[in-house]
């Protein structure tokens, strides 16, 4: 056995006694600590499957406010919890905690690799962000859907279509938050003349997913429609005033940007900037959206800690959020609300990539030198 396997046999042997640990450890939490969405939707959502009963119909109330809290995820999206059914509430919790302390580090290093980030304590800062811990507390979809946003970028650049179909059904389980990435990498499939592959093999993915239950997307239309006429902001954290008018507004302006930019630089592929951007403007568009979704600012905030102020910027943001958290939500002192985070970091990360005018250059966008 030469060294190099020796290391890995050794790596693998020692991240399972981890997340092993990990594991265990989570499924000793106390019920009060319960993960709040995993365990009202997701894990009912899994049981139901198995039982054969209407996995969308069926009722999800709140063990606290009573409100119903049914999946709102294509059928796909749903399976990848139906593996937790067969564990008994606790240990499914704590596998769920596991998979997510695992998939933040993977998805702050695949961030900090796209944008060309090699030191390790620049990704162990994008890690730390207090919003990510929420993440942990939850058990949602929005790390598989970040991950389709990262793939499809691949998936662009690589003139890929099937990591690109792969993406994009992965981004489709919670579309609301990244809208604007699904946009662009349909525009950007067409410009690299894969859109067609793209589009089959996404077509062949969900029909097999659907085989089980063909009739699932009319379940999750009377969801959408019904949230549509009853529209419950309480549950959700927007981040624009003035719902849904100023969110619709700005993912159109958003639209019309990728629009004119593959237009006026001939833009046949994204840059890691373009696709912070896209990212992060979803995400303050979205029509319904919570604080755990903002693990998606580890992009933006990889390319912005590449520069000396960018880390004191994040750093400053990090501490106001847990000021907020004291003052604000334990001490009852009005300040102004963390609400204004993911804008900010739009319109700092537009900002720097005006400056920084060689990211709009068409030289670098068609022949960009970041390895990924």
């Known amino acids: 056995m030469t060294q190099a396997m020796r290391q890995t046999w050794l790596f693998g042997i020692i991240f399972v006694i981890l997340f092993g640990a990990v594991w265990f450890s989570a499924a000793q939490i106390p019920a009060a600590w319960e993960l709040s969405d995993f365990h009202v939707t997701f894990y009912r959502a899994a049981r139901y499957f198995l039982r054969g009963e209407n996995v969308y119909l069926s009722a999800y109330p709140h063990p606290f406010n009573g409100r119903e809290y049914p999946p ?4 796909w999206a749903l399976y990848a919890f139906v593996p937790f059914a067969a564990l008994s509430l606790p240990y499914a919790e704590g596998l769920r905690v596991a998979l997510d302390v695992v998939a933040m580090p993977f998805l702050a290093y695949l961030c900090a690799r796209l944008v060309g980030l090699r030191r390790l304590q620049s990704i162990m800062l994008i890690v730390i962000a207090p919003w990510v811990f929420t993440e942990i507390h939850s058990g949602q979809l929005t790390p598989l859907v970040f991950l389709g946003a990262l793939l499809c970028y691949w998936g662009i650049r690589r003139v890929n279509a099937p990591i690109t179909a792969i993406g994009l059904w992965f981004a489709l389980s919670k579309f609301t938050i990244v809208s604007l990435v699904i946009f662009a990498t349909v525009v950007f499939a067409w410009r690299r003349k894969i859109l067609g592959r793209t589009l089959a093999i996404l077509a062949a993915l969900i029909l097999v997913a659907s ?83 903002w693990q998606m600012l580890m992009l933006p905030l990889a390319l912005l800690i590449r520069s000396r102020w960018g880390v004191w910027f994040t ?11 004291i003052l604000s ?11 204004m985070i993911p804008g900010i970091i739009l319109a700092v990360t537009v900002g720097w990539g005006f400056v920084q005018s060689t990211h709009l250059r068409p030289s670098v966008i068609v022949n960009g030198a970041e390895h990924v």
């Open 329 to 339: 939500a334990g001490m009852d002192i009005p300040i102004p609300s963390v609400k």
């Open 315 to 325: 750093v400053v943001v990090y501490v106001y959020s847990l000021l907020w958290v």
């Open 211 to 293: 085989l089980a239950s063909p009739t699932w997307f009319i379940d999750l239309l009377q969801l959408y429609l019904d949230r549509l006429v009853h529209p419950r902001l309480v549950d959700s954290v927007l981040l624009l005033p003035d719902y849904p008018w100023a969110q619709l507004g700005l993912l159109t302006v958003g639209a019309l940007f990728v629009i004119w930019c593959v237009w006026r630089w001939r833009m046949d592929q994204p840059t890691p900037w373009f696709w912070s951007v896209l990212i992060a403007a979803s995400l303050v568009g979205a029509l319904h959206t919570f604080i755990y979704d």
């Open 72 to 75: 709102y995820a294509p059928i």
